[in-house]
């Protein structure tokens, strides 16, 4: 199992840019969340998915926007990117079931808007 | 969601036992506890979870009064590589918003 993969990496935008950040799990696990930590800063949720075609807000959903038209799928699309969203973003899963409500974590994406 | 307080930081020496207490005074009945750890450049990974008493597992111990306002994590014996940011979270089984606090920067010294 890959577990949690997030591509890109890095990325660098210019303000007003779009783009997509991309986030897949092969674990089978029905949730699934974006997360962003700012410097020095403990983890923000951003959107968070209960299953295929289901997701809600975190508590900071502004600027963002996501889909989840698959189990293995979440990605998070930033529509004009500005310089409050540079920040470190993490996608995570987790399978919610049998007691175990585990949140496992991607390698995470580094977004810098300038 | 109940709000936690921990350490800013905390320094210990190779070979001890380190302890970082989380508080959480209004957490509710059907709460948990969860302790990550964080190594710079990488996402959150879990560590221990768990109600109320003990609960051990291969890294760690967490230990919760009767009172459950408290809890706190125990690593015997750490070395330089648990240097790393741990996070004590409270949530509940039916709400998905986590909230990490600034965690605890724990610092291994030689």
């Known amino acids: 199992n890959a577990g949690v993969t997030q591509t890109p990496k890095f990325r660098i935008l210019k303000i007003g840019q779009s783009m997509t950040l991309q986030c897949a799990q092969d674990m089978n696990h029905n949730y699934m969340y974006w997360y962003r930590q700012d410097p020095g800063m403990g983890l923000k949720l951003i959107y968070y998915s209960v299953g295929a075609g289901i997701t809600d807000k975190g508590e900071v959903p502004n600027g963002y926007n996501v889909s989840r038209s698959t189990t293995e799928d979440f990605p998070l699309r930033l529509e004009l990117a500005a310089p409050s969203q540079t920040s470190v973003y993490f996608c995570?899963?987790?399978?919610?079931?049998?007691?175990?409500?585990?949140?496992?974590f991607g390698p995470g994406t580094r977004l810098t808007v300038l | 969601l109940a709000k936690t307080t921990q350490p800013i930081s905390m320094d210990s020496y190779e070979g001890q036992e380190v302890n970082i207490t989380c508080s959480h005074n209004?957490?509710?009945?059907?709460?948990?506890i969860t302790w990550y750890q964080q190594f710079p450049s990488q996402g959150p990974r879990f560590i221990i979870q768990g109600y109320k008493t003990k609960v051990t597992n291969e890294v760690a111990s967490l230990f919760i009064p009767a009172d459950r306002k408290s809890s706190t994590l125990s690593l015997p014996r750490v070395s330089l590589s648990d240097t790393a940011v741990y996070y004590c979270?409270?949530?509940?089984?039916?709400?998905?918003?986590?909230?990490f606090g600034t965690g605890t920067r724990l610092t291994i010294i030689p």
């Open positions: 995570a899963s987790s399978y919610r079931a049998g007691g175990d409500y585990t949140q496992y």
């Open positions: 979270l409270v949530s509940n089984f039916g709400n998905e918003k986590l909230t």
């Open positions: 209004n957490i509710a009945t059907n709460d948990y």
